[in-house]
Nanobody, 125 residues
Framework: WVQLVESGGGSVQAGGSLKLSCEASGISYTYGCMAWFRQASGKERELVASIWMGGGNPTYAASVKGRFTISQDGAKNPLYLQMNTLTSEDTAMYYC??????????????????WGQGTQVTVSA
């Protein structure tokens, strides 16, 4: 039974930074994808960034590229999302997700099997 627990969300002013963490337990597979999704009020859940389990091949949504960095230093270590130069458009609930798969991690939400409970990020202008 996979459990993902996010932390690090909060309120910040525009231009500020936050670092989200995701602690995983119960993952028995050694290859797959991990990702950060976000869902703003009234909008669909969207992929923000993804990475091969362990830390390879990071990918980013166009809206966050150059500002956000996804990282994981080894499959048994936490997943992180460093978010810089935040804007009000980044306000959302952020979710950590994981799934066992090979290849491209830029998958829709229903392709990820395990999810955290989410952590709220609020950016004020």
């Amino acid at each position: 039974w996979v459990q993902l627990v996010e932390s690090g969300g909060g309120s910040v002013q525009a231009g500020g930074s936050l670092k989200l963490s995701c602690e995983a337990s119960g993952i028995s597979y050694t290859y797959g994808c991990m990702a950060w999704f976000r869902q703003a009020s009234g909008k669909e859940r969207e992929l923000v960034a993804s990475i091969w389990m362990g830390g390879g091949n990071p990918t980013y949504a166009a809206s966050v590229k150059g500002r956000f960095t996804i990282s994981q230093d080894g499959a048994k270590n936490p997943l992180y999302l460093q978010m810089n130069t935040l804007t009000s458009e980044d306000t959302a609930m952020y979710y950590c997700a994981a799934t066992q798969t090979g290849g491209d991690c830029r998958l829709p939400p229903d392709s990820y099997r395990s999810w955290g409970q989410g952590t709220q990020v609020t950016v004020s202008a």
